[in-house]
């Protein structure tokens, strides 16, 4: 799974970046920081099941802290947009094009309004983080609107007259913009383009069509960032409006804890309400009075709201859930004895035989059928996974 950060320049992405993935790209309070994009590994976080069925598990490719299992998932932070990009403003859009592949959206506003249009710091509260959405939205859709007129062209070549079929034509030619046939067809329906000629679209059908699907391509959530300051709290108000899901965070706090965090002076799990300072950090009057601010505002939203976003984008805009395949349904182990070793984010409608074909091609060809280690009832191959299934595979290929 990738996740996309996008966003005006200069509110704060890279940041976001940084306190989800724990790495230290470049910041800066100025436009265009960042230029190449960011790649790294940031987590979600479930309540793992190694308390319910009481045992010491000891993960491969995840990890589980005092209960709670964190699952890679992976993210990408981009350069920062300005109005006018789709015409070469700033550093232009094409960057976007890094963001294909991504599943869903994390928009970054600056909600404190300390930044204006192009991303110049100005006082708190002087700039519009609607007419930043605003401005970025259509931005994106110019760029989608770019890059479907290019394979639209070459898709009505490959029609030849069959009306019916645009939807595979154009699910082919987008397939590298990891958008589903389904979400094309829907798309068609809901701007009545369905029954009009490809070569015939105008563009302001093309725009209206890449509205639609980038609302189901590209799920996005708003992360309202710079809380902190005062001048947020109105604006977070006005962000109500919005039909899409808005989620106040202070991105620097979350680097600071996890910072803190890592160099033993405090204990904090990313998505905590709350932590802990080692009572034998010998911390500095500056480090205590950032705390104290830090303290202040992630007692205000709850959290510092970076892992409630990644957690929304995984669990809510995409409906993912969490199962572990184990091949011991006693010890719920793998064939090294390592205990619960993996947690595999799928989708909804995952069936048992398609979680046997992720963990391994040969299993899922000699698949017999499941056991549901909770119930240990056996599952067929058409069985639907649910969140915190764990999950036997019994195979013609497997050792029993
Ligand atoms: N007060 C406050 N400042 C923040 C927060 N997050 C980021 N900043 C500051 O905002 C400025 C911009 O941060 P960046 O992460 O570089 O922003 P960006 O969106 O990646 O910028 P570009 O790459 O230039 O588009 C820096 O000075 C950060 O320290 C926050 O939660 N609160
Ligand atoms: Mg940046």
């Not at 230290?24 to 590994?41: D, K, L, R, S």
């Not at 970054?108 to 939205?137: C, N, Q, R, W």
């Amino acid at each position: 799974m990738l996740i996309g950060i996008i966003g005006k320049s200069n509110v704060g992405k890279s940041t976001f970046f940084n306190a989800a993935t724990s790495q230290g790209v470049q910041t800066a309070n100025f436009p265009f920081t960042t230029i190449e994009p960011n790649i790294g590994i940031g987590y979600v976080r479930t309540k793992c099941v190694c308390r319910e069925f009481q045992v010491r598990d000891n993960p491969l490719h995840s990890m589980c802290i005092d209960g709670s299992r964190f699952i890679p998932i992976r993210m990408l932070d981009i350069a920062g947009l300005v109005p006018g990009a789709h015409n070469g403003r700033g550093l232009g859009n094409q960057f976007l094009d890094t963001a294909r592949e991504a599943d869903a959206l994390v928009h970054v506003v600056d909600v404190a309004g300390s930044t204006d249009l192009e991303g110049h710091a100005v006082g708190p509260g002087t700039g519009d983080p609607m007419k930043d959405i605003e401005f970025v939205l259509e931005e994106f859709d110019l760029w989608l609107a770019t890059t479907l007129k290019k394979n639209i062209e070459k898709a009505s070549r490959d029609l030849h007259g069959a009306p019916d079929k645009i939807s595979k034509v154009l699910s082919r030619q987008l397939s590298g913009l990891s958008v589903k046939e389904s979400q094309i067809v829907t798309s068609l329906n809901q701007t009545g383009l369905g029954d009009k000629k490809l070569s015939s679209w105008s563009p302001s059908d093309l725009l209206s069509f890449c509205q639609t699907l980038r609302k189901l391509a590209k799920p996005m959530l708003v992360a309202a960032n710079k809380a902190d300051f005062i001048t947020a709290e109105p604006n977070l108000v006005r962000l109500k409006s919005l039909e899409t899901e808005v989620i106040p965070c202070i991105s620097e706090a979350e680097v600071m804890l996890k910072l803190g965090s890592k160099n033993g002076m405090l204990r904090y799990l990313p998505g905590d309400s709350s932590f802990d300072i080692n009572p034998k950090a010998l911390l500095r009057e500056d480090q205590k009075k950032a705390l104290a601010k830090v303290r202040a505002v992630i007692i205000k939203y709850g959290s510092t709201g970076v892992q409630q976003i990644l957690n929304r984008v995984c669990f809510g805009l995409l409906g993912m859930i969490v199962v572990y395949p184990v091949e011991d349904e006693n010890r719920l182990t793998d064939k090294n004895g390592n205990v619960l070793p993996d947690a595999y984010l799928l989708s909804k409608d995952t069936t048992a035989k398609e979680l046997a074909e992720k963990v391994h091609e040969q299993l899922g060809k000699g698949f017999l059928y499941a056991i549901d280690v909770r119930s240990k009832q056996r599952v067929g191959a058409e069985y639907k996974l649910r969140d915190g299934d764990v999950i036997k595979i019994v195979s013609a290929t497997s050792r029993r």
